[in-house]
């Protein structure tokens, strides 16, 4: 009988990706792409954890809450910092992309996970995953999972190598044959540069900056490399001196400068990758270069400078975001593709 109902179940459930990230979680479903794209943050009641609002609502609730109620990021530098808070948010997401209905999914997923993550927090990401209602959960690690979400040969005999920039963390791997030859995780990211940037205004102008507004600096003036024309920015935030709202201008050569050492980490951690490759698989990167996907590939001139500093070509990916997302779809629709990439699997 329960054999039976657990069919039924399984038949209206359908197969995901969760690409589940510091600052946003991307669920790619099995026939229709990617469908959500929301920022992994969670409003709960502070006395009772009750949960109010996940992802975008959430998002717009950092910094403006009143006392009773906390914007929580539950990541923290690509894994799992509250294992409640994750489950709850993975059980919105899942049942946002399944649409209402009487029956719960009870979906197979798979997740992209930083591949410098240990055995305890890997067991977090499969019990958060889990608890949140799935019946079959697999764990790919989120360099793989970006090479094939860019159309990588990740199969082949050759080297390819991908730099995944993301919120909390940059993954830098070689694959070549199915698997991780060498790699580098460095848990900075595009949160630490938000910070770094609140730090400097903090510093330099006695200004109090929120992370929406640290955030939107990044984005339109933040760069990694020296631009062809150089722009400014009306700055709003609370003078630390006279406890006041105040807006100031900023440039982009401040900002460049303000983000300038987690900048130097991510070129580091390329760098040291590339110095334990084989020579064999250095000769395939120097004629196709390297792949830069993540949302902080985004960043002006990043590409430059890694190209700069290490000589070999770099191309940012066409959809650096939704890259690993992508590569988890992809991994679902074939199934050899995970018994060639290696995974990790936990069943219900």
Do not use: W
């Not at 669920?27 to 794209?37: I, N, P």
């Not at 305890?120 to 697999?138: C, F, I, L, M």
């Not at 793989?144 to 990740?154: D, E, K, R, T, Y």
């Not at 590569?327 to 219900?348: A, C, H, N, S, Y």
């Amino acid at each position: 009988m329960f054999n039976v109902f657990d069919s039924i179940l399984n038949l209206f459930s359908k197969e995901i990706g969760i690409d589940l990230g510091t600052a946003n979680t991307l669920v790619f479903v099995r026939g229709k792409g990617t469908v959500l794209c929301e920022p992994s943050v969670v409003a709960v009641q502070k006395e009772t954890r009750q949960v109010l609002a996940v992802g975008e609502d959430a998002k717009n609730m950092l910094g403006r809450t009143p006392g009773n109620i906390q914007a929580i990021r539950p990541l923290k530098d690509g894994v799992i910092a509250d294992f409640e808070i994750t489950g709850s948010m993975l059980r919105y997401f899942i049942r946002k992309v399944h649409g209402k209905g009487i029956i719960k999914p009870r979906p197979r997923v798979v997740v992209a996970v930083p591949s410098g993550i240990n055995e305890v927090e890997k067991r977090a990401v499969e019990d958060s995953v889990t608890h949140a209602g799935t019946r079959e959960v697999h764990l790919v690690k989120a360099p793989m999972a970006a090479a094939i979400g860019i159309g990588l040969p990740v199969d082949e005999p050759s080297g390819n190598m991908i730099i995944d920039v993301g919120a909390g963390t940059t993954e830098v791997a070689i694959i070549s044959l199915a698997g991780i030859v060498e790699s580098e995780s460095a848990r900075v990211g595009g949160v630490m540069l938000d910070d770094a940037i609140m730090q400097y205004m903090k510093r330099t102008y006695n200004l109090m900056v929120g992370e929406m507004m640290s955030e939107d600096i990044k984005i339109k003036i933040g760069s990694a490399y020296p631009l062809e024309e150089e722009m400014t920015m009306e700055v709003r935030g609370r003078d630390i001196v006279a406890g006041l709202p105040k807006t100031l201008t900023v440039n982009s050569e401040e900002i460049r400068e303000a983000i300038a050492e987690p900048i130097s980490s991510i070129v580091e951690a390329v760098r040291l990758t590339l110095e334990r490759c084989p020579a064999e698989l250095s000769a395939d990167l120097v004629r196709q270069g390297l792949f830069l996907v993540g949302g902080s590939a985004l960043l002006k001139g990043l590409d430059k400078l890694i190209a700069e500093e290490t000589g070999l070509p770099v191309r940012v990916a066409d959809d650096p975001l939704s890259a690993v997302a992508l590569g988890t779809g992809k991994i679902l629709e074939e199934i050899d593709v995970l018994k060639k990439v290696g995974f990790d699997k936990r069943k219900k």
